[in-house]
């Protein structure tokens, strides 16, 4: 798996599978987003590419969200996906998740990891 940023991400052919990661809130309070371009994807994962991305794509909007069940599942059923390339990336927000769940953020948070100075 190789890491984008930003606008790196309109560079890639269509033909390779970009999932969306984090997004960063620097110190100016600009925000660059991460992304993921897995190289290696199963053939057998192919018939069921289309809905494991919507997946991956709904886990970030949900954990935006705080809907921290559905993330839960969602990264139950994508772990091993993407010919395990995202597992790191799923074991780190579930860590999250189950740490924002004992710990509810204030409300405020959005989700974006805030970088300081």
Same mark, same amino acid.
């Given at each position: 798996?190789?890491?984008?940023?930003?606008?790196?991400?309109?560079?890639?052919?269509?033909?390779?599978?970009?999932?969306?990661?984090?997004?960063?809130?620097?110190?100016?309070?600009?925000?660059?987003?991460?992304?993921?371009?897995? %190289?290696?994807? /199963?053939?057998?994962?192919?018939?069921?590419? %289309?809905?494991?991305?919507?997946?991956?794509?709904?886990?970030?909007?949900?954990?935006?969200q705080?809907?921290?069940?559905?993330?839960?599942?969602?990264?139950? #059923?994508?772990?091993?996906?993407?010919? #395990?390339?995202?597992?790191?990336?799923?074991?780190?927000l579930?860590?999250?998740?189950?740490?924002?769940? %004992?710990?509810? /953020?204030?409300?405020?948070?959005?989700?974006?990891?805030?970088?300081?100075?």
């Open positions: 798996m190789n890491v984008i940023f930003g606008d790196a991400v309109k560079e890639i052919p269509d033909s390779f599978t970009i999932l969306e990661l984090d997004t960063f809130r620097m110190p100016n309070q600009e925000m660059h987003t991460a992304y993921c371009v897995v %190289e290696t994807i /199963p053939l057998s994962e192919f018939a069921t590419l %289309e809905d494991y991305k919507k997946i991956h794509a709904d886990l970030v909007k949900f954990y935006r705080r809907q921290w069940n559905y993330c839960e599942h969602a990264i139950e #059923g994508l772990m091993g996906r993407w010919n #395990g390339e995202v597992d790191s990336f799923y074991t780190n579930l860590s999250r998740v189950m740490q924002l769940k %004992e710990n509810p /953020p204030s409300d405020d948070w959005d989700g974006l990891i805030s970088l300081k100075q």
